[in-house]
């Protein structure tokens, strides 16, 4: 069944061009991962995606709404997480489990899910003590508590470890065992060969190829998805 339907989707910024006409389908249960380089578009379309950011033209439903004019709804449905996001430093964990419940009409008990993601021994801990890998479990369950049906997660593992990177593969793993749908924006390819079903190549704001890590590797005729980002686009990723 498929969740998000985008088709002919644009978005400029004064004389820069965004996204120039991508088109893009996200399927139910599957973690769909969104890669290309820096300012390549990824994350302007998961904002146009999740109603942060206005769209210039084109078709776009998620869950059957438009994230412009049903914003209010879809935003009850979805869960987000950017790049950008931050919480300050000074803040408990579980005062952030709290205040972000409260902007949701029916979220799930906070306590219940700072317990399955083990972070209940750190519900007094202020957000700036934690490790890295420790902020992004917080910042990845805070994306579940209005129990949403697709959850949108932009850049989650830059600047993490490697062990911390792989602690939290498994993590967005575990939320596709829970019957989400994920759409995750990365410029690892390592990262999208390790966790996603399918993976949508972004570049100058254009979708150039998608299919599953094995099918991109075999219509490149390369041996690693790295190998083939490069023979698509003539861009080296690192």
Not at 91 to 104: D, I, K, S, T, W
Not at 115 to 125: A, Q, V
Not at 157 to 182: F, H, Q, S
Request: glycine share 8%; with cysteine; hydrophobic share 40%.
């Amino acid at each position: 069944m498929t969740v998000i339907e985008i088709e002919n989707l644009r978005k400029t910024y004064k004389s820069r061009t965004a996204l120039d006409g991508i088109s893009l389908t996200v399927n139910r249960d599957e973690i769909l991962g969104i890669a290309g380089t820096n300012g390549a578009g990824k994350t302007t379309l998961v904002e146009c995606a999740s109603g942060l950011r206005r769209r210039d033209s084109g078709v776009l439903r998620v869950l059957g709404l438009d994230p412009q004019t049903d914003r209010r709804a879809l935003q009850q449905r979805i869960g987000v997480q950017l790049q950008e996001s931050a919480l300050p430093d000074a803040l408990r964990v579980g005062e952030a489990f709290r205040l972000y419940a409260a902007l949701y009409d029916d979220p799930v008990d906070w306590r219940a899910l700072m317990d399955e993601w083990g972070l209940t021994d750190r519900r007094k801990s202020r957000f700036g003590s934690l490790s890295g890998g420790w902020k992004q479990r917080v910042f990845i369950a805070l994306a579940l508590i209005g129990n949403p049906e697709v959850v949108f997660l932009d850049e989650l593992t830059t600047g993490l470890d490697p062990m911390a990177r792989r602690t939290t593969w498994g993590l967005i793993e575990r939320l596709r065992a829970t019957g989400l749908t994920v759409v995750l924006v990365t410029h690892s390819m390592d990262e999208a060969q390790a966790v996603c079903d399918r993976v949508a190549i972004v570049d100058a704001g254009r979708v150039i190829a998608s299919g599953s890590p094995r099918e991109l590797i075999t219509w490149t005729q390369t041996d690693s998805l790295d190998s083939a980002y490069l023979a698509l686009t003539g861009r080296d990723l690192s």
